[in-house]
C-alpha cells in the first residue's frame, strides 16, 4: 500500500475524469490526500473525499500565492480551478467550518511563497507581512482543530523557518514540509522541529543549489512522506510508463508516486517494499489515517 499525501484532484484539470483516476489508484493499492489552496478547491477537495468510503481525504488551507495582497499580478492557472481571480482574503471562520470535516485530515497547504513578489523594498516588506499575518492566521486554525499542517514554502525556506522559531507558541508539533527543495541546512532546521519531508517528482530534476540525492541520503526514512503533486511535477518516465489518457497524456496522478518510491529506494540503497512501508506508517501516524 502507498499513500500519496499532496495531491490536486480536486483542481479543475481532473473535473471530468477524477473518479477514473482515483478508482485507478485504487486499483493499485494508493490512496491519497487531496490539499486545497483556495476555498473553493479545499471545498472540493472535502466534496471528493466524501464520496468514497475509505483511501480518499481532504486537507483544507488558503496558498500564499492566493492571498489577496494587491501587490502582485499573478497569472491564472486554468489547470486549477475555473475562477475569475486567484486572489482571496482568509476567512477564519469559513475555513474552520469546513476544516471541522471529518473526511479532513490537515490544514494545508500554507506557507511563504516569494516567487512572485513586488519589485521594491516597501512593497515586498509589505507583502511578506500580509503573507506572514494570514500564515498566523492559519496556524492558529490548525491548533485550535488539534490538525497536522501541511506547509507550502518557494524561496522561503531561512524566513520560514526564523518565522517559527520566533514564534513558538503557533508553531505546530507535527507538519510535514511539503515538496522540499532547499539546502541541507534548512533540511535539517526541519528536521530537528520534528517535522516531516515530502518528496515527490521534482527529484527527479536539476536545479542549481540544490542536492536532492544528498537531502534524501540526510533524511531518516520514519520522516520521510511521499507525494505527487500531480497534476504537476510528473516523474522523468519513458513514454511506456505514462498512462495513456488522451489529450491529458502526460499529466501526474497519484499512480506515479510508485516512482517516487522506488527513486528513494534506490539513493538510499534499500527495497521498495521498505519504502513503501514505512513512508505509508509515516503518513498514517501523522494525518491519522
Not at 6 to 27: G, M, P, W, Y
Amino acid at each position: 500500500m502507498l499513500i500519496d499525501t499532496h495531491a490536486h484532484l480536486n483542481f479543475n484539470t481532473f473535473k471530468d475524469d477524477a473518479d477514473e483516476v482515483i478508482r485507478r489508484s485504487f486499483d493499485n493499492d494508493i490512496w491519497m490526500i487531496n490539499v486545497g489552496s483556495q476555498y473553493e478547491t479545499s471545498k472540493r477537495a472535502v466534496e471528493i473525499a466524501e464520496k468514497y468510503e475509505r483511501g480518499v481525504f481532504a486537507s483544507v488551507g488558503l496558498h500564499p500565492i492566493h492571498l489577496s495582497t494587491d501587490l502582485v499580478k499573478i497569472k491564472n492557472d486554468i489547470e486549477e480551478i475555473e475562477i475569475k481571480t486567484r486572489e482571496e482574503s482568509f476567512g477564519y471562520d469559513k475555513y474552520k467550518e469546513l476544516a471541522q470535516n471529518p473526511k479532513v485530515v490537515a490544514i494545508g497547504e500554507v506557507g511563504l511563497d516569494y516567487y512572485w513578489k513586488p519589485k521594491t523594498k516597501g512593497k515586498l516588506e509589505l507583502f511578506k507581512e500580509k503573507q506572514r499575518t494570514v500564515l498566523c492566521q492559519q496556524l492558529k486554525l490548525a491548533k485550535e482543530l488539534d490538525l497536522p499542517v501541511i506547509f507550502h514554502c518557494r524561496m522561503a525556506h531561512k524566513n520560514l523557518i526564523q518565522f517559527l522559531k520566533e514564534n513558538e507558541q503557533l508553531r505546530p508539533p507535527l507538519a510535514v514540509a511539503h515538496g522540499f527543495v532547499g539546502n541541507i541546512e534548512e533540511l535539517k532546521e526541519y528536521l530537528d522541529f520534528g517535522y516531516y519531508i515530502g518528496l515527490n517528482g521534482i527529484i527527479f530534476k536539476k536545479i542549481e543549489g540544490i542536492n536532492f540525492e544528498e537531502n534524501i541520503k540526510n533524511t531518516p526514512l520514519e520522516k520521510i512522506l511521499i507525494e505527487t503533486d500531480c497534476p504537476y511535477l510528473t516523474p522523468s518516465l519513458p513514454a511506456e510508463a505514462l498512462v495513456k489518457a488522451g489529450p491529458k497524456e502526460g499529466r501526474n496522478e497519484p499512480l506515479y508516486i510508485k516512482h517516487i518510491v522506488r527513486k528513494i529506494a534506490e539513493i538510499k540503497n534499500t527495497s521498495f517494499e521498505k519504502v513503501a512501508e514505512i513512508t505509508t506508517q509515516n503518513a498514517r501516524r501523522l494525518f491519522k489515517i
